[in-house]
């Protein structure tokens, strides 16, 4: 079964060139599921769609975690963590990648043994870049080597058929430029086999001493007993009280405060900084604006000098 993942960026048409590909196998008589994934629909945050292909009943649902075939319309992704473009890449795993730099660049960033392919410039022409999801699709399914020309064809025309004549040529033209482009790499991309459930492998236990539940849960098993935990420690950002500034309104930080850790002592609000954690809750809700967040390290710096003069 051929799995194969589109990454981009919202608006760059990963949606619609995983619709194009599953068509194309489709015309070519595979079974295919095409589906995009992403959150909030908005231009240019990260999104990915993928297809799975083959020429048996598909069974497997989900997203792809072990991709034959890799696309990435937008190299800027890449690094980026949370896009997920790496996400089950191995040595068996393709990488077309739409970037100005070479092949070679881009393996000796990421220091994969994977194949790793980038679309020609005169496929992805600047002023074409709304094209860039055809141009993927046309590459990839050369790239793929089980779709003709034909089918790519008939199915950037089925799937853009309510967009007019003149968009369907522009990315029709995009996609079969690219398709061409990629004659050296005809058919390099190969599925995996199928992982046998039967052949896997339980990971090796290991045996953890275990204290009794009064010591080792995190529950509150004894009365005032919190106040031993210097939460304090936490803090990056310390808030410190002006008085000059402050109205005496009490009621206001020692109630917003969420750990209790300003206390009152006649009208007057004093910062328990052994448990104070840093949330910056009470900077937000003084009225008079005379809590003011400073830098832990500063902080200490003149605690220390304080020291140091007295």
Known sequence: ???????????????????????????????????????????????????????????????????????????????????????????????????????????????????????????????????????????????LGVITRASMEQAIEQELADLGDALIEKNLSRALLAYDSMQPHHGCVNPASDTDATAYTAPSWIDLPFDEARIAAPDIRAAANSVQIKTGLWRTLRPVIDYERCNRCWWVCSTFCPDGAIKVDDKTPVIDYDHCKGCMVCVAQCPPHAIEAIPETLAQEQEAAEETTS
Request: with cysteine; net charge neutral.
């Open 1 to 143: 079964m051929y799995r194969i993942r589109f990454h981009g960026r919202g608006g760059q048409g990963m949606k619609t060139a995983s619709r194009i590909l599953g068509t194309a196998f489709f015309l070519q008589g595979y079974e295919i599921q095409d589906a995009p994934r992403y959150g909030a629909e908005r231009r240019g945050a990260p999104i990915f769609a993928y297809v799975r292909a083959n020429d048996q009943p598909i069974f497997e649902r989900g997203i792809i975690t072990r991709p034959d075939l890799v696309v990435v319309a937008d190299d800027s992704l890449v690094p980026v963590p949370a896009a997920g473009v790496l996400t089950g890449v191995d040595r068996h795993t393709v990488l077309l990648i739409n970037s100005d730099q070479t092949a070679e660049t881009w393996q000796h960033r990421l220091n994969l043994d994977s194949r790793i392919i980038t679309l020609p410039a005169e496929t992805t022409e600047r002023d074409e870049l709304r094209f860039i999801g055809a141009t993927c699709t046309g590459a990839a399914a050369r790239l």
